[in-house]
């Protein structure tokens, strides 16, 4: 059931895409576009039963949500000073151990659509971060629960 409901769901979200993304909305059109969606969406399934991603747990969701549009502008303002100083080395990587309960798939596509951070791998409730600087942003310690 569970499958059939995440199958349900990929699809879905294919089709809608196709159809914003086409400039006239035929049958034939959103018939065809059901078909390819529904082979994504197979694909979509399949890619995470065979990586064994989930989602993780809610815990820190909502400080999350919280901090990343404050995050989003203070990460651009610090990619902007880092164009500006070309010279100067920004960042680095570091580890980022969540706080227990964490979605780490969640916590690391929230750190991943900031300028500042991208997580380049997650393993056992850490996820290994480039950083654009060096001081911890708000949705990092949201996701930590530093400073708590």
Known sequence: MRTALELLLWWGVLLLLNIV????????????????????????????????????????????????????????????????????????????????GTGAAWGAALLSATPGAFAVESRDGELTVHTLGDELSALERALTGAGE
């Open 21 to 100: 993304l086409i400039s006239s909305v035929p049958p034939l059109e959103v018939a065809v576009g059901g078909g390819v969606a529904l082979l994504g969406a197979m694909g979509a399934v399949a890619v995470r039963r065979a990586s064994g991603a989930t989602v993780g747990g809610a815990a820190r969701l909502a400080r999350a949500l919280w901090a990343f549009p404050w995050t989003l502008l203070a990460d651009t303002g610090r990619l902007a000073l880092a164009v500006l100083s070309p010279g100067r080395r920004h960042g680095g990587f570091r580890t980022v151990r969540l706080a227990p």
